[in-house]
Each structure stands twice: as structure tokens, then as C-alpha cells.
């Protein structure tokens, strides 16, 4: 296997990029990464071109159940998008240069802003199963023990050695999504919380929910923190929000267990309540240079 440090040359991600720019006519402003069981996002898309990860040159592959493994090109209300349907996680295998590898390319599309969607456990005591949490901040558990996308020689053309992520999450559009739930009323189902990412694959154990706890999460999922934290080295502006598919126990005395396909299906019952938060989102979001 290889290591997070491996570096990946500027110039793969420019081939992928350059390998797509030549067969597509869209021309992406908005990326959206969707999260297990939301890959149905992608099909609102208008004008859709679609290729399979296992066609594009230098793109890693998927492995998970109910990931398609597809880039859709399209347009959502009039913005051009590209929606990875299917995404790379750490517990697969890859290095963290692999898991991002996607959002570089987007950058060199000329993509400003990534939307990233994702299937998460609650830790916080209000949250229900099929609740909504845009993400407000997150915790890098993997980042702390040195498992993080950017270690390793920098590269100044993407940004800089030592990024600020105390702005991950653009604070304008994570407003803009609250007021949106709000007037499709799902606010009561709706959340601003603290994502925390685990390596997995395993669940948490008791123990280790109550840890979570302490440190301030309020869901916990596998993905979506080495996406973010590259996206923004590289200057993109992030939206995230995590469907709640589970809550995760914190009692010894409780019966509840998880399990892949709860949290599957629960992104099916939910899919489109995300889906509609999203649409609205990208049609109201302002980009610099026009759709
Ligand atoms: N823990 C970690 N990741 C998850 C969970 C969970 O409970 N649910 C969905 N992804």
C-alpha cells in the first residue's frame, strides 16, 4: 500500500484535467461530492455527461456498496456542476493523495466551490436518524496521529504550507442553507453541528462515543475531513452537511447496533429532503465568474 506522503505531480492532476476539459462542453463552477446512499443527487442534473471513474486516466477506484463510481457533468438551476457519485475513503486503502485526488482536478477545472455530502452518526443528544447537519467545523481524529492530506513536499501552485481552517466552512453558505430549510420547513429536523472524522471502517465503541463527545462532536462519519481540508489549501470555498443515518450509543444498556445497510437505506428515505436543500443552495449561491 502506498503512504499518504506519496506525492501525486501536478502535471497527473493536469492530464486528468485536461482529459476531461477535452470531452466535456460544461465547464463546472459548483463540485459536489455525494455521501453513501445520496449518489441520486446527481441524476436532477440537466445535460448530464457522464464518466466512469475506471475510464478517466489516473483516477482512483471505488470499492464501497452503494457508491456508483461515475463523474456527472450538468447543470443544476442553471450552474454548471460536476457530482462525484461515489468517493474515496481512507479505510479503503488509499493514501489521503489518492482520497483527494478528485478535488485538485476540480481546481484546475476552474471549479470555486465544493459541496460535500456525507453519511454520518449522531453524537449529539438532540440529533434524530434522518436529521440534517450542515457542518459548521470539524475534527481530523486521523490528522492528529499524522494520517493527513497534506503531509509531505508542498505544493505552492495549489497553496500554501501551512493553510488557515479556521474559515473551512463558508460561513455565508452554511447561512444560506439554514434560512433555505427553514422556508422548505425541515428546520426542526435540521441541524449546525461539529463533524468529526474516524479512519473506520469499524463503528465506535462505547467508549470511544463518550470521547467524542467531550471533544465537541456532534456527528462522526469516515469521509469528508481530507476532502474539505484540500479544497480549502487550494482556495475553493466548502459547503458540508451530513445526513444523520444512525445515532451512535453512549449507554452500555442499549440494544442499538449499526450497520451499513441501516445507514444505505436511510440515505434513501432522506435523499431527497438533502437533495432538495442542495438544489436550492446552488441555485442561490453567488459564484465570481457567473455560471
Ligand atoms: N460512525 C462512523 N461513521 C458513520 C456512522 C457512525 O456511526 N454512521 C455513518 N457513518
Redesign the pocket.
Known amino acids: 500500500m502506498m503512504h499518504s506522503e506519496e506525492l501525486i505531480r501536478y502535471e497527473t492532476y493536469q492530464e486528468t484535467a485536461e482529459w476531461l476539459l477535452s470531452r466535456t462542453k460544461h465547464r463546472p463552477k459548483v463540485a459536489i461530492i455525494c455521501g ?1 446512499g445520496l449518489g441520486t443527487l446527481a441524476e436532477a442534473l440537466a445535460n448530464q455527461e457522464t464518466f466512469k471513474y475506471t475510464d478517466i486516466p489516473n483516477f482512483p477506484q471505488s470499492t464501497v456498496q452503494g457508491h456508483a463510481g461515475q463523474l456527472i457533468f450538468g447543470e443544476l438551476k442553471g450552474k454548471t456542476c460536476v457530482c462525484m457519485q461515489g468517493r474515496f475513503h481512507m479505510f479503503e486503502g488509499y493514501p489521503l493523495a489518492k482520497v483527494t485526488f478528485p478535488v485538485r482536478v476540480f481546481r484546475l477545472l476552474g471549479v470555486e466551490v465544493l459541496i460535500v455530502t ?4 449522531s453524537i449529539a443528544d438532540g440529533y434524530n436518524t434522518g436529521d440534517i447537519m450542515i457542518i459548521k467545523d470539524h475534527i481530523n481524529i486521523p490528522g492528529f496521529a499524522g494520517q493527513h492530506p497534506l503531509c509531505g513536499p508542498n505544493d505552492e501552485r495549489f497553496g500554501s504550507r501551512f493553510p488557515c481552517l479556521s474559515d473551512a466552512y463558508d460561513r455565508s453558505l452554511g447561512k444560506l442553507a439554514l434560512d433555505i430549510s427553514r422556508e422548505i420547513d425541515h428546520s426542526d429536523c435540521i441541524h449546525e453541528g461539529v463533524y468529526c472524522m ?1 479512519g ?1 471502517p469499524s ?2 465503541t462505547i467508549a470511544e462515543a463518550r470521547l467524542l463527545h467531550k471533544l465537541g462532536a456532534d456527528a ?3 469521509s469528508t475531513v481530507p476532502e474539505v481540508t484540500v479544497a480549502r489549501h487550494c482556495g475553493l470555498r466548502v459547503f458540508g452537511l451530513s445526513l444523520i ?2 445515532k ?1 450509543t453512549k449507554e452500555y444498556d442499549c440494544n442499538e447496533a ?1 450497520d451499513h445497510e441501516a ?1 444505505l437505506s436511510i440515505g434513501k428515505m432522506r435523499a431527497r429532503v438533502v437533495e432538495g436543500l442542495v438544489t436550492e443552495l446552488v441555485a442561490r449561491m453567488e459564484l465570481n465568474m457567473g455560471c
Open positions: 453513501s456525507n453519511a454520518a452518526g474516524v473506520g463503528f465506535e462522526v462519519g469516515m443515518t444512525n451512535v449499526v445507514v
